[in-house]
């Protein structure tokens, strides 16, 4: 009985111990917040903005949150922010537009034929 609750107790340290590693680094709700206020602070502001989920990434170092949103003239905007999760650093750049979403899908092979 002894041996086993010194296994249990020392399992509790060593859990204790990795613990704070893993707790400092930036949650999806925090690296969230993280990037909306990096997106108020851009000028010119944006009327409004709405994180995707579906197309975000997260990794062991770095979380990617795209975020789809109206431009101060009311144009449609997709950002993409990468926060970094160890030191919480935010970038904010304009997000790469798919090949189905670019103006080039609709080529002459696909355009009707009079």
Do not use: N
């Not at 990434?57 to 922010?81: P, W």
């Amino acid at each position: 009985m002894k041996p086993a609750i010194a296994v249990i107790l020392s399992g509790c340290a060593l859990a204790a111990i990795a613990l704070p590693a893993s707790a400092d680094r930036a949650s999806l709700q925090r690296s969230v917040k993280l990037c909306e206020a990096e997106l108020d602070r851009m000028t010119p502001a944006l009327k409004r903005h709405r994180v995707d989920y579906d197309e975000s990434a997260s990794g062991e170092t770095q979380m990617r949150l795209v975020f789809k949103g109206l431009d101060a003239d009311g144009s449609f905007v997709k950002l993409s922010c990468l926060v970094d999760r160890e030191t919480r650093a935010v970038s904010v750049t304009r997000a790469r537009p798919r090949q189905a979403d670019d103006a080039t899908f609709a080529s002459r092979e696909w355009r009707a034929t009079p």
